[in-house]
């Protein structure tokens, strides 16, 4: 099941995370009018829940699959498109490729947006990510949904593990510097783990 978020903009940053969801939903559409129809795309992870929290997001990742992104990726270039640095081995394999742009202006500015490419539809990605704080999305709406595991560990203030599809250890020890009161709870805390992982 889906649930419907609501950004703080009462915290010390004010409407800041507002200013900076309007113009990210301006890139997804962006995107969305140069890719072919039938396109699909989410604006997913760090972003909505850094606005979620009453932040203003260090990067902005972009989730879509397509039939063709040549010409998308083309138009999209002016001058500051990094080359595909892909993501082999990323998950189960869903992710085709990874462009990343510097955002010159605006609310979004000495932000990057990240294109990532999905094999298949990104709410599958999207769904199955690996920690509950990063099952949250936007859509061309502006409306940011997340899943239950999102929303439990919100409540709970945990990060929790909900599968083990990837190796985590190095995404938990970036994000949780900005989550100092939240606890983790791994996947299965019945096997004893490896004190470098600890």
Known sequence: ????????????????????LTAAKRQLKILLSLLPEGSTAYIAGG?????????GCRDVDIFYHTSDD??????????NLSSNYGYN??????????????INQGSLRFRKIQY???IIDPMLVIKTFPLSLSQIWMDTSGQIK???????????????????SQYIYPYLEKILPRFTNYGFYPYDNSKPTDPIEE
């Open 47 to 55: 972003a909505p829940r850094d606005w979620h929290h009453g932040w």
């Open 146 to 164: 997340c899943s239950n595991s999102y929303r439990v560990g919100y409540n709970q203030r945990t990060i929790i593990q909900v599968n083990n």
């Open 89 to 102: 081995g990323y998950g189960q394999g869903e992710i085709i490729s990874v462009h990343e742009r510097k």
């Open 1 to 20: 099941m889906n649930y419907n978020i609501n950004i703080a903009t009462n915290k010390s940053t004010g409407m800041f995370p507002l200013a900076q």
């Open 70 to 79: 040549t010409e998308a990726i083309n138009k999209l270039s002016d001058n």
């Open 116 to 118: 990532v490419r999905t």
